[in-house]
């Protein structure tokens, strides 16, 4: 890819007002005319429209968890997140891991310090389909739990983006996994079955669960002609948001960073950098109680997030 310009891109925080200046680099040259709202901000006029608009945002971001608002859990990163992108060239690849170090500590999710083991992959592929092939044929082991017909699911997504976490079930009180060694193992009655773990756990709630669920590895493709005409800042948030919650299938509004790769957005009207909603929704979640249903962690999240983006607004 040819590099042929170079400017200086920030955000304003809805917590806190942080310039996250960094060098991004473009890939084709952009239309002079170009006329871009500031950082996609949504303006609304009075608190119970901004609930709706965060509930909504909610709903169109997140994907609904297995079993439902009401029996699933929203998953996150539970350990400091260690980004690493490969596929551009070193300079650029650094650039965008420090762009998705900065997002993630902007939102109040832990980092990892400089070495760290990466547990965020971003890899930029020729064609997404047949990187895809190749790993469920080589490095099957990177999919871990995810069932077939997601992995289907992936590979036919028609890209350029595709993405996919391993989760894992843990204990709401203390983080141990399900298939851990340390816990008790009930026999099965069939020789030629795996002993299932039990999970022990001193939460006695109607309200809070036993367990909790956790990203511990997201893995994302990125094809790159999808790139053309891009900014590191564009291309880094976009992976910091699509790595940070699990987006799967949704369809997100023109002013979040999600919706970069959209049809109505392959123009000048993509969004140049995470709006003042999508940080907000990261911090809102990495905040939320993390051992109750989808369903109170959203509300916890609106209640969150209307306070903040009411509070930032009353400043403005």
């Avoid at 909610?58 to 609904?64: E, Q, Y």
């Avoid at 999710?109 to 790993?135: F, Y």
């Avoid at 299932?196 to 493709?221: A, E």
Wanted: aromatic share 6%.
């Amino acid at each position: 890819m040819t590099i042929l310009n170079q400017t200086n891109t920030g955000f304003k925080l809805c917590l806190v007002v942080l310039a996250l200046s960094i060098s991004t680099t473009s890939y084709a040259t952009r239309n002079s005319s170009e006329k871009v709202d500031d950082n996609g901000d949504i303006v609304v006029t009075g608190p119970k429209s901004i609930k709706k608009v965060i509930a909504r945002f909610i709903d169109s971001t997140i994907a609904t968890p297995k079993g439902g608002k009401h029996e699933g859990q929203f998953a996150r990163f539970t350990r400091a997140v260690c980004p690493s992108v490969k596929g551009l060239s070193d300079k650029l690849n650094l650039q965008i891991e420090e762009r998705i170090r900065n997002v993630a500590l902007a939102s109040d999710i832990a980092v990892g310090p400089s070495g760290c083991a990466p547990n965020v992959h971003v890899n930029v592929v020729e064609d997404g389909e047949e990187a895809i092939k190749l790993i469920r044929k080589e490095r099957s082991d990177m999919f871990d739990s995810v069932p077939l017909y997601k992995r289907d699911r992936i590979a036919k997504s028609g890209g350029p983006a595709y993405s996919w976490k391993r989760l894992d079930t843990v204990s709401a009180d203390a983080n141990v996994v399900q298939r851990s060694d340390d816990l008790t193992e009930l026999p099965s009655d069939e020789p030629d079955k795996t002993n299932v773990p039990v999970l022990f756990s001193n939460v006695k709630s109607k309200i809070k669960k036993t367990v909790k669920q956790q990203i511990t590895r997201s893995f994302l493709l990125i094809e790159k002609d999808a790139l053309i005409g891009l900014t590191t800042v564009q291309i880094a948030d976009y992976a910091a948001m699509r790595s940070f919650v699990e987006s799967e299938g949704n369809e997100t509004p023109s002013y979040s960073i999600l919706s970069l790769f959209d049809d109505a957005n392959r123009s000048n009207d993509a969004p140049e950098s995470v709006s003042e909603l999508d940080l907000a929704l990261l911090s809102s979640l990495y905040n939320s109680p993390s051992d109750v249903s989808a369903s109170m962690q959203s509300a916890a999240m609106i209640h969150k997030m209307n306070k903040e983006l009411t509070e930032v607004k009353k400043d403005d």
